[in-house]
């Protein structure tokens, strides 16, 4: 399509983002391939089973045959630079498949003919729609046997919508694919082609009252004449081209190549980026234009931190030139960095240029103060510029960890932050109540594949188990506890005598120490020493060994002796009346109790609710969700939710997932009480 102005402007024009999304073996790396092959970027295709295609670099990912990253790539077709990323398609990796949305004008989701529509498919399309990308449905491996395509364009159009219609149809048995945008001639597998231009141009042209007047009259229009209202239509997905391919055979590869440079909309042409300025409930809208001669915006979707080369951050410019030896500061810092080498990438490959302009994909390297989700700029006025956040599940599957080597936890926590700071989708925490230190992610995958990187990248080794449950003990009734402690050892001894009562609180109310002794009967500079031997019982517990919440204790009475009495003596002396007091106060051990929502097929709803029953929980409610899909909420205890994920995979054939948060604590049955006070007698003894 020729350029419509000159200039900066009109390299703009010449420029293409894609990302191509979609559910495992869908053939999104093989596709890829074949593209940068066919437009010449690469001299042959590599093979996902050898290891040897350009996306798969990373070592992991070539032995487990899977993308776990996402790659970026460019080629060039026609005189038009093509951007495009190939991201995972297992849910493990959300955290690397979602913020490629965030550098693309075009969201290519890619659909196996022989699996047909797979969830991730369907939560990349809702995604996409989400950020109000085009989209583009790439159907691949059309030449697959027993495939009935047609079907598969109608289950497309009944989970996706009427207006997913196809750009080109396969013809000859899926050997080869015929345009129906441009060309209204001819037969193809699926039918006329004329029945399918028609369809097209009448859904493009609908969105342009002057040119429903034209079709009605005249009854065609010339599609050359379409360009603005496809691109309107395609902003606000009142079309969602289909296209269809075989990496096999290439089929259909020279006309999708045709497709994204003649139709997908250029940097100019989609809707903006959601970007805002200001932070929390101050944070407004702002427009940010495709402008080369604009100050700098771009945006940090990627960051990889090599242990060799250093941190690696691949961003989008979303406005101005951006040049090799620029100053550029990162969000609120007004400390610039300058840009030593400025790169495109080729998977793992540099490749550098001397600028790029809004609507292109860079890198920078070695830039340490560069972090995910950053806003790059040259200008003072941008420094709380941010873009609107992506809605990342939240990592729910807990691994305690800890050095194989006693003395490394500092390095630990570096390697750790450093595999963080890659992923959205992880997160590492301390756990106070347990004393351990933690890594979620969103599944059992995600965390091997940390694990996997923790030793093989970084040469690093570590004890893993499942996180300790975070039990809390309480007391239902009131109670008075006494302690009279005295110790006589020769010399000076020890005396502290404390009466107290204890009552319990609200759940979730905490801790309240109360000093009501009158009289002296505890001088005052004793009542923070029985106050301390209260704590370490907090701490520690009294029945099974966890803390204590949720209670009053109330200092009332005392005695001392003016020789003898000292802090330890009084410390003591409030312990052990603790102890007394909770044990007769009816004392329960507490578990933590989540909030649990379940997506899984409507087929699966039955199993599940009756799974969760048999787990002690308790569901909520249940809701329809997309394309056949079923939520279902509830609540249930944290400690049966081991290993939950493999049994969701087994009851719906590995298309479940579930999110979590805590909800409240309650009170554990009396049998598993039983079991964790009899565990901690066993500690204690031991």
């Known amino acids: 399509m020729p350029s419509r102005s000159n200039g900066p402007a009109a390299d703009m024009e010449k420029v293409r983002t894609l990302a191509l999304v979609g559910a495992s073996a869908s053939g999104k790396t093989t596709l890829a391939e074949a593209l940068l092959q066919s437009a010449g970027a690469i001299g042959a295709v590599g093979s996902v089973e050898r290891g040897s295609t350009?996306?798969?670099?990373?070592?992991?990912?070539?032995?487990?045959?899977?993308?776990?990253?996402?790659?970026?790539?460019?080629?060039?077709?026609?005189?038009?630079?093509?951007?495009?990323?190939?991201?995972?398609?297992?849910?493990?990796?959300?955290?690397?498949?979602?913020?490629?949305?965030?550098?693309?004008?075009?969201?290519?989701?890619?659909?196996?003919?022989?699996n047909g529509?797979?969830?991730?498919?369907?939560?990349?399309?809702?995604?996409?729609?989400?950020?109000?990308?085009?989209?583009?449905?790439?159907?691949?491996k059309i030449d697959a046997q027993g495939v009935s395509l047609a079907n598969l364009l109608g289950e497309i159009q009944a989970a996706f919508g009427r207006e997913c219609l196809p750009l080109n149809l396969p013809a000859d048995g899926g050997t080869r694919v015929v345009d129906c945008f441009f060309n209204r001639e001819g037969d193809s597998d699926l039918g006329p082609v004329d029945a399918a231009h028609r369809a097209l141009v009448e859904q493009v042209v609908e969105v342009d009252a002057g040119f429903v007047d034209r079709y009605l009259n005249e009854g065609d229009v010339d599609p050359a004449e379409l360009h603005a209202p496809l691109e309107q239509a395609l902003r606000e997905a009142h079309l969602v081209p289909v296209c269809f391919v075989s990496t096999r055979s290439g089929a259909g590869l020279a006309?999708?190549?045709?497709?994204?440079?003649?139709?997908?909309?250029?940097?100019?042409?989609?809707?903006?980026?959601?970007?805002?300025?200001?932070?929390?409930?101050?944070?407004?809208?702002?427009?940010?234009?495709?402008d080369p001669s604009k100050h700098v915006l771009a945006h940090v979707f990627k960051v990889t931190v090599d242990p060799y080369v250093g941190k690696l951050g691949i961003f989008r410019v979303h406005q101005g030139t951006l040049q090799r030896d620029s100053q550029l500061c990162i969000g609120s810092s007004r400390k610039p960095f300058k840009v030593g080498t400025l790169f495109m990438l080729q998977g793992k490959d540099h490749v550098p240029v001397a600028r790029v302009l809004p609507g292109d994909i860079a890198a920078v390297a070695k830039v340490d103060e560069l972090d995910f989700d950053a806003v790059l700029h040259d200008a003072g006025e941008d420094e709380h510029v941010h873009l609107a956040p992506l809605n990342f599940p939240v990592p729910v599957h807990g691994l305690a960890i800890e050095p194989k080597r006693h003395g490394d936890e500092q390095r630990m926590w570096e390697i750790l932050g450093k595999l963080v700071d890659e992923d959205p989708c992880l997160r590492l925490e301390h756990a106070v109540a347990t004393n351990e230190t933690i890594v979620y992610g969103l599944g059992e995958l995600h965390l091997r594949v940390l694990l996997e990187r923790l030793r093989?990248?970084?040469?690093?080794?570590?004890?893993?188990?499942?996180?300790?449950?975070?039990?809390?003990?309480?007391?239902?009734?009131?109670?008075?506890?006494?302690?009279?402690?005295?110790?006589?050892?020769?010399?000076?001894?020890?005396?502290?005598?404390?009466f107290l009562r204890i009552e319990p609180l609200a759940r979730g109310a905490g801790f309240e120490f109360v000093d009501q002794v009158r009289g002296g009967a505890?001088?005052?500079?004793?009542?923070?020493?029985?106050?301390?031997?209260?704590?370490?019982?907090?701490?520690?517990?009294?029945?099974?060994?966890?803390?204590?919440?949720?209670?009053?204790?109330?200092?009332?009475?005392?005695?001392?002796?003016?020789?003898?009495?000292?802090d330890i003596a009084f410390a003591t002396a409030g312990r052990k009346a603790f102890v007394a007091a909770i044990q007769a106060a009816r004392p329960i051990v507490l578990e933590p109790v989540v909030r649990i929502d379940i997506e899984a097929?409507?087929?699966?709803?039955?199993?599940?609710?009756?799974?969760?029953?048999?787990?002690?929980?308790?569901?909520?409610?249940?809701?329809?969700?997309?394309?056949?899909?079923?939520?279902?909420?509830?609540?249930?205890?944290?400690?049966?939710?081991?290993?939950?994920?493999?049994?969701?995979?087994?009851?719906?054939?590995?298309?479940?997932?579930?999110?979590?948060?805590?909800?409240h604590y309650e009170a554990v049955p009396p049998t598993v009480q039983q079991n964790l006070m009899g565990q901690h007698k066993q500690r204690d003894e031991e």
Not at 479 to 484: I, K, L, N
């Open 54 to 114: 350009v996306s798969d670099h990373d070592p992991i990912e070539r032995r487990m045959q899977h993308s776990l990253n996402a790659a970026v790539m460019h080629l060039t077709h026609a005189g038009t630079r093509i951007h495009f990323i190939d991201t995972p398609g297992s849910a493990d990796f959300l955290g690397q498949s979602l913020p490629a949305l965030e550098a693309v004008e075009t969201a290519a989701v890619v659909i196996n003919a022989a």
């Open 117 to 140: 529509i797979e969830p991730m498919a369907v939560r990349m399309m809702e995604y996409a729609a989400t950020r109000r990308l085009a989209r583009l449905v790439i159907v691949n």
């Open 255 to 290: 006309e999708l190549l045709d497709v994204i440079v003649k139709l997908l909309p250029d940097p100019t042409e989609a809707n903006p980026p959601q970007f805002l300025l200001g932070e929390g409930e101050a944070a407004r809208p702002m427009t940010v234009a495709p």
């Open 456 to 498: 093989e990248v970084y040469k690093f080794e570590v004890n893993t188990r499942p996180p300790r449950i975070a039990y809390r003990e309480t007391v239902t009734a009131p109670a008075e506890g006494h302690c009279r402690h005295k110790k006589q050892t020769g010399g000076a001894g020890q005396f502290g005598e404390v």
């Open 522 to 566: 505890i001088p005052g500079q004793y009542i923070p020493a029985v106050e301390k031997g209260v704590r370490e019982v907090l701490e520690h517990g009294a029945i099974a060994g966890y803390p204590v919440v949720d209670v009053r204790v109330i200092v009332y009475d005392g005695k001392h002796h003016s020789v003898d009495s000292k």
């Open 601 to 663: 097929p409507e087929q699966a709803i039955g199993d599940i609710t009756g799974d969760l029953s048999s787990r002690r929980g308790m569901v909520s409610g249940t809701s329809s969700g997309a394309a056949g899909s079923g939520v279902i909420r509830g609540q249930v205890p944290l400690s049966e939710l081991s290993g939950y994920q493999s049994r969701l995979n087994a009851l719906t054939s590995g298309q479940g997932r579930y999110t979590m948060e805590l909800s």
